[in-house]
């Protein structure tokens, strides 16, 4: 299993984004968290600004949408310069999130889904034939620095079945308290791409973090 790390730039010092992207310059993904104050009570970067930062990397800008009803929007970011754009299942109807996706992967981006806690599984069904991503939040969606949900790993080995058996590249990702320890556990679980917030930038060198937190995931993959 190929591990990613997707350190968030919900974390970041947001007045120096150039400097906070040199420093994780060694990571797979940049994740940015876009929120509504509607979906979740809590708002996230816009579309301009990942304009703005879509020159400063080469690295995947991997944008998730905690919006409600996505399909008005996931055009936007997609010409702002996301390369894959995730939605949430729980933000609008079944056949809204299908024409969301539909509108991504039109724009040549990858497409993908999230599950908040209380989410089941088996919501990704109607949609994974659609996404080269599942994200599993392992906190509570909208605020960074929460505690890691260790309950939330029987549901991220069941997706990953369901994804060995439906769409077998799909990535996995899991989002919210993964550092150093608990990226090991999401591995092992089934997870391949960690998004990774606080823990990276408050290390003293976040570089080092991804390193160790890659080398970590990697041994648990095996």
Same mark, same amino acid.
């Given at each position: 299993?190929?591990?990613?790390?997707?350190?968030?730039?919900?974390?970041?010092?947001?007045? +120096?984004?150039?400097?906070?992207?040199?420093?994780?310059?060694?990571?797979?993904?940049?994740?940015?968290? #876009?929120?509504?104050?509607?979906?979740?009570?809590?708002? @996230?970067?816009?579309?301009?600004?990942?304009?703005?930062?879509?020159?400063?990397?080469?690295?995947?800008?991997?944008?998730?949408?905690?919006?409600?009803?996505?399909?008005?929007?996931?055009?936007?970011?997609?010409?702002? @310069?996301? +390369?894959?754009?995730? #939605?949430?299942? $729980?933000?609008?109807?079944?056949?809204?999130? !299908?024409?969301?996706?539909?509108?991504?992967?039109?724009?040549?981006?990858?497409?993908?889904?999230?599950?908040?806690?209380?989410?089941?599984?088996?919501?990704?069904?109607?949609?994974?034939?659609? *996404?080269?991503? &599942?994200?599993?939040?392992? &906190?509570?969606?909208?605020?960074? @620095?929460?505690?890691?949900?260790? !309950?939330?790993?029987?549901?991220?080995?069941?997706?990953?079945?369901?994804?060995?058996?439906?769409?077998?590249? *799909?990535?996995?990702?899991? +989002? @919210?308290? &993964?550092?150093?320890?608990?990226?090991?556990?999401? #591995?092992?679980?089934?997870?391949?791409?960690?998004?990774?917030?606080?823990?990276?930038?408050?290390?003293?060198?976040?570089? $080092?973090?991804?390193?160790?937190?890659?080398?970590?995931?990697?041994?648990?993959?095996?």
């Amino acid at each position: 299993m190929n591990i990613k790390i997707a350190p968030s730039l919900f974390a970041a010092n947001h007045a +120096d984004l150039t400097g906070e992207i040199k420093k994780i310059d060694g990571a797979e993904y940049i994740h940015v968290d #876009v929120m509504d104050g509607h979906f979740v009570p809590n708002f @996230g970067i816009a579309p301009h600004i990942i304009k703005a930062i879509r020159p400063l990397t080469q690295q995947v800008l991997d944008v998730h949408l905690m919006i409600t009803e996505p399909v008005r929007y996931v055009d936007v970011f997609c010409d702002a @310069g996301a +390369d894959i754009v995730t #939605v949430h299942v $729980e933000a609008d109807t079944q056949e809204n999130i !299908h024409a969301a996706l539909d509108k991504i992967l039109a724009k040549g981006k990858k497409a993908g889904v999230v599950v908040k806690p209380n989410t089941p599984a088996e919501a990704i069904l109607p949609f994974v034939d659609k *996404c080269s991503m &599942v994200l599993v939040m392992t &906190v509570e969606p909208g605020f960074g @620095g929460q505690k890691f949900m260790e !309950h939330m790993m029987p549901k991220v080995t069941a997706i990953r079945a369901l994804l060995d058996k439906h769409n077998p590249t *799909c990535e996995l990702e899991v +989002d @919210g308290g &993964v550092d150093l320890n608990t990226a090991v556990t999401c #591995v092992k679980a089934g997870a391949n791409v960690l998004v990774a917030g606080s823990s990276v930038y408050k290390a003293e060198v976040p570089a $080092e973090c991804i390193q160790q937190m890659r080398k970590l995931g990697q041994e648990a993959a095996k």
